[in-house]
């Protein structure tokens, strides 16, 4: 799909979220095979095996456990160890396309724990290291939905509203002391993330809209292309973008 650049990571650590499927296993693969150490997280232990098996030979520890919980974080932080030059936030989850008046409490709080909670804490923990090195790079997984309204529910879209402005406070505070945060900001991909449409109304509302606007579904690969060339020095200018990778969606 894409051509790997050999080496470009070769001596760095990078933390992967959501490495058992889609996206974020296309971006562990792409990492590992451009030289660089893989401490790769899942909530399913198969799809973590299978990466394992699949990259055999090269530098990947795996991590079985939720991102949204502590102690998937603090043992991915041990399992790095005193270095982690990279991290890569792709986990997350959808929400039915559930509309303001019909999003109950449990989605909404599910939805932000592993799209935003996730994300910020594990942030948390690995900047003090990023700090002292005098560098870093993060990238998180925003959505079409960090972008406009009509592509998911009430929580999917708050969050990815609230996953871009994140990545923009980490690009303001750390950006002095080495540290660049962007984000990608993916349309349809083909994807394991189970997006079932549970609201009617949503249905007619949300529906027409995608089948007339909604571009050719991307392969992960194809995203993990731009998360890692935002996760290398070829992006050492970019920090604190959101990087639309949506085949020209954000633009209808």
Known sequence: MTDTTAGRFTGRTIIVTGAGSGIGRATATRIANEGGRVIATDVVADRLDALRTELEGLAVETVVGDVAARETIDALIAAAGDRVDGLANVAGIMDAFLPPDEVDDA????????????????????????????????????????????????AYTSSKHAIAGYTKSVAFFHGPQGIRANAVAPGAVATNIEAPMRSEYAARRVGPIMQTTIPPVAQPEQLAAAITWLLSDDSANVNGAVLPSDGGWSVV
């Open 107 to 154: 989605t909404w709080e599910r939805v932000f724990s592993v799209n935003v909670t996730g994300p910020m804490r594990l942030t948390r923990a690995v900047l003090p290291l990023m700090i002292a090195a005098g560098k870093g790079s993060v990238v998180n997984v925003a959505s079409e939905a960090a972008l406009k309204a009509s592509a998911a529910g009430a």
